[in-house]
């Protein structure tokens, strides 16, 4: 990293820092050392990205947006953990075993950790703020998919291998990396559903530049998308393909308002799902019968996957005001034997059980007002003045909230991507202000 920010513009070293360490680092991986979080593939670099910009390049990076409602947000955000840890000081205990309950130097840790996960949203918030910078961020997008489709490539013909190649050990239930008589490719992710989303996000970024490209490079960019396509049908993902079906579509034809009104939109729906569960007006079962006419088996995996959240969701509502906290409480175990009966897939559900809608507005809040924000400020602005990327970067920050609710994709490029588009809206206010006061006609003597 320190020496992609020596030789590098400070924008593309950002970007290929924290983008590489998630691409490349060991998953599971991790140094634990008492009392602070562990550091890992998420931590270290975030760490180093933030101390380079900072110690070395002496630049100026504010933690708090502009904005009252990001300020909020933010400081939710940072000290959410302590309230759970206050209320959750008693054990759990079981006819064999137990929980312990949780202490007050918990908090502090939690409070660090938080800290940590937050930093390349402080940083692209402040230093990804341009179209030039969002430039960046798709090239890199499409750049790093093209390379990593060679060993995702591999492992479809060979099997998932590379992990163990590399790094030795395996990092997740090989059953899960086969599907329809062949392989789903993992390399060093921490599930193939991960690679999936990540060769969708490519795809989007190389349809933008398709889009936006001048006419002489202008099919070069449509036969990247196109096998970036055809690697997303290979990852065998239902999901990301869904994904795809809706937002590339978006992407090549719509404007940069309408995109953004989808993100818009789509941020929503990722906001009050819990509420929408909780108040069983998810159409569950229309879900389930539409998934049995495409397939048995993934109807009955979606079928586990309900009964499971609606046994956490029952769990959560034993602390309603601030949840379960961290150490596995808030997951249903077997009062006898202590054994986990609990499977947690999707990142609402395990922030829902561990924090409640408390922490959940706050994760998913910060997440969304980005989008949010920006949604309202290019309404005013004529979609010339609107950069050509800014809408393809909130419908991927979109479409990752709302895989956040079948899978727990919450990476560190995901507040990288909220970061810079909240920077960009913040600047489109700044803009609009000299401009309107350009307008004002002078007032009377």
């Not at 590489?20 to 550091?39: C, E, H, R, T, V």
């Not at 953004?260 to 389930?288: E, I, N, S, T, Y």
């Not at 947690?344 to 969304?368: N, S």
Request: glycine share 6%; charged share 15%; net charge positive.
């Amino acid at each position: 990293s320190i020496a992609l920010y020596q030789r590098l513009p400070i924008e593309r070293a950002v970007i290929w820092s924290i983008l590489g360490a998630y691409l490349l680092l060991p998953p599971l991986a991790n140094f634990d050392f008492p009392l602070i979080p562990a550091f890992n593939k998420t931590s270290i670099p975030n760490l180093v990205a933030y101390g380079t910009c900072v110690l070395m390049l002496g630049r100026r990076v504010p933690i708090l947006p502009e904005s009252g409602v990001g300020k909020v947000l933010m400081l939710l955000f940072l000290f959410r953990p302590v309230a759970p840890v206050l209320t959750n000081s008693d054990p759990l205990w079981f006819t064999v075993g137990g929980l312990p309950g949780l202490r007050a130097h918990d908090s502090i840790s939690a409070i660090i950790g938080q800290a940590i996960d937050i930093l390349p949203f402080v940083i692209a918030r402040q230093l990804l703020a341009t179209e030039g910078a969002q430039r960046e961020i798709v090239w890199a997008l499409m750049l790093a998919g093209l390379a990593y489709s060679l060993p995702m490539l591999i492992e479809i013909r060979l099997s998932p291998q590379i992990n163990v190649w590399v790094y030795g050990f395996f990092q997740h239930d090989f059953i899960q990396m086969m599907r329809d008589g062949g392989f789903r490719p993992i390399v060093f992710l921490p599930h193939a559903l991960w690679v999936a989303f990540f060769t969708l996000m490519a795809l989007l970024a190389s349809v933008a530049l398709w889009r936006n490209a001048e006419a002489s490079k202008r099919t070069l960019h449509m036969f990247a998308a196109g096998y970036l396509g055809v690697v997303l049908v290979l990852c065998k993902s239902m999901a990301s393909l869904a994904y795809a079906l809706l937002l590339v579509p978006m992407v090549r034809f719509a404007g940069p308002r309408a995109q953004l009104r989808l993100a818009a939109a789509l941020a929503l729906v990722a906001l009050f799902f819990p509420l929408l569960r909780g108040a069983d007006l998810v159409p569950v079962k229309a879900m389930l019968t539409q998934a049995e006419s495409l397939s048995e088996e993934r109807a009955a995996s979606l079928a586990f996957r309900f009964n499971n959240e609606d046994r956490l969701l029952d769990r959560a509502r034993e602390r309603p005001a601030f949840g379960w906290g961290a150490w596995g409480r808030n997951r249903v175990y077997d009062p006898l034997t202590g054994k986990d009966l609990s499977v947690i897939d999707g990142r609402w559900i395990i922030t829902i059980g561990t924090l409640v809608w408390f922490g959940y507005i706050a994760e998913f809040g910060l997440l969304a007002w980005p989008i949010i924000l920006l949604a309202r400020r290019a309404r005013r602005l004529p979609a010339n003045e609107i950069s050509p990327y800014a809408g393809t970067l909130a419908l991927i920050l979109a479409a990752n909230m709302i895989d956040m609710l079948p899978n727990a994709t919450l990476i560190p490029f995901t507040w990288l991507l909220a970061g810079a588009t909240l920077g960009y809206a913040e600047s489109l206010g700044r803009a609009r202000v000299p401009a309107a006061a350009a307008t004002d006609p002078a007032p009377a003597r």
